[in-house]
């Protein structure tokens, strides 16, 4: 069976503070996809990234980061000189190497954000 | 330009109600979900579609139908609502060909239950 750890449930910090979300995960399979996603105060599920079991190269877009460590079954994001707008509740979920419908995300119990002024 | 749209955005309703939510997508995708996600925020899959097929069913008492009148549509049927079906509704849709693409989710239906 599939499972996602976020162990931080909240997180406070100062604006232009870096932070760093941790997640882990389980699975049986050796092929699998990975994924973030950010839900602001609005509600909606925004798509941050995707990344599959074969590729453990570090990502960076702006200010977002993920490191991807295969050996720890970890897949942690960081947000460098993080601003307001980054406070959000953010999940980390896994999916099975399937096509189509089979694809359901296995997703944590989220991380709270809150980054103030 | 909405990707995925759900309506209403909010509902609330009494116990014992019948009520349904529909999504729409406008992306071309050939599978939808139906996800939701409790008071602690927990997300958890309820179904999902494939071209109109019901293929995921996960473990969803059957007060609740999917229906899907075609590929771009789910709508969520819910019978005789009770306190506990009280949560924020998520559609998504992704393509059918590539391995595990990203699901692409809705703004939500927040049900209440009174």
């Known amino acids: 069976a599939q499972k996602v750890t976020q162990a931080q449930t909240e997180i406070s910090v100062v604006e232009k503070e870096d932070v760093t979300l941790d997640c882990v995960y389980e699975t049986r399979d050796t092929t699998y996809y990975l994924f973030w996603y950010k839900q602001p105060p609005s509600g909606e599920l925004v798509f941050l990234i995707r990344r599959n079991s074969f590729d453990e190269q570090n990502e960076i877009s702006g200010r977002y980061s993920w490191n991807f460590q295969k050996s720890t079954s970890s897949f942690n994001f960081t947000i460098t000189a993080s601003q307001v707008v980054d406070s959000a509740v953010y999940f980390c979920a896994l999916s099975e190497a399937t096509t189509g419908a089979n694809s359901k995300l296995t997703f944590g119990k989220g991380i709270t954000l809150s980054v103030r002024p | 330009d909405t990707a995925v749209s759900q309506t209403p955005k909010y509902l609330v309703t009494q116990m014992g109600n019948d009520k349904s939510i529909k999504c729409e997508q406008n992306?071309?995708?050939?599978?939808m979900y139906w996800y939701k996600q409790d008071s602690k925020k927990f997300l958890k899959i309820m179904f999902s579609y494939n071209n109109k097929e019901l293929i995921i069913n996960e473990t969803v008492p059957n007060r609740f139908s999917p229906k899907s009148p075609d590929k771009a549509h789910l709508n969520l049927h819910i019978n005789s609502l009770e306190l506990g079906d009280s949560a924020v509704y998520f559609c998504?849709?992704?393509?059918?060909?590539?391995?595990?693409?990203?699901?692409?989710f809705g703004p939500g239906t927040r049900l209440t239950v009174l």
């Open positions: 998504a849709s992704s393509p059918l060909a590539v391995v595990s693409d990203t699901q692409y």
């Open positions: 992306l071309g995708h050939d599978t």
